[in-house]
């Protein structure tokens, strides 16, 4: 019970971590849990996408917070870096989320809070995104092992 509790507390915050700007791996400890068999597969995808959801809450918010110092010497992009951005988003718009599973996803959740996405559908397209990934993954997992 208790070793379930800390595995699904370690797949938590590497979830969590992977969604954000760290170089994080949450597919191996995903797959290692799976692949051990003690803990329920609903689980394991619940707190993997429920980590990995709010991991890119905090990228939203982090985007909503960093666009205040965009006149700093510091701040990572440009004015035309940024109107680039905001160019590519409001041409694709919110829809892109459902892709920030991939690999330049974080970005896309980052882009999200400085364009000033409803968080709430922010929310329900990463979630969905995110969700869906996990799953995938665990099917791949079982269809392997």
Do not use: C, H
Request: net charge positive.
């Amino acid at each position: 019970m208790w070793t379930d509790l800390v595995s699904l507390g370690g797949l938590f915050i590497v979830a969590f971590g992977a969604a954000t700007i760290l170089p994080f791996q949450s597919e191996i400890v995903f797959v290692a849990l799976q692949v051990r068999g003690d803990i329920p597969i609903s689980w394991i995808v619940i707190v993997a996408s429920i980590g990995n959801i709010l991991g890119s809450g905090l990228n939203y918010v982090m985007g909503r917070v960093l666009e205040r110092y965009k006149d700093r010497r510091w701040f990572p992009t440009s004015e035309a870096q940024l109107e680039r951005a905001r160019a590519w988003y409001q041409k694709w718009g919110v829809w892109t989320l459902l892709f920030s599973w991939a690999p330049l996803g974080d970005a896309l959740t980052i882009v999200a809070g400085v364009m000033r996405t409803n968080v709430w559908l922010f929310f329900l397209l990463v979630s969905i995104a995110k969700t869906i990934r996990y799953i995938v993954v665990a099917l791949i997992t079982a269809a392997a092992f």
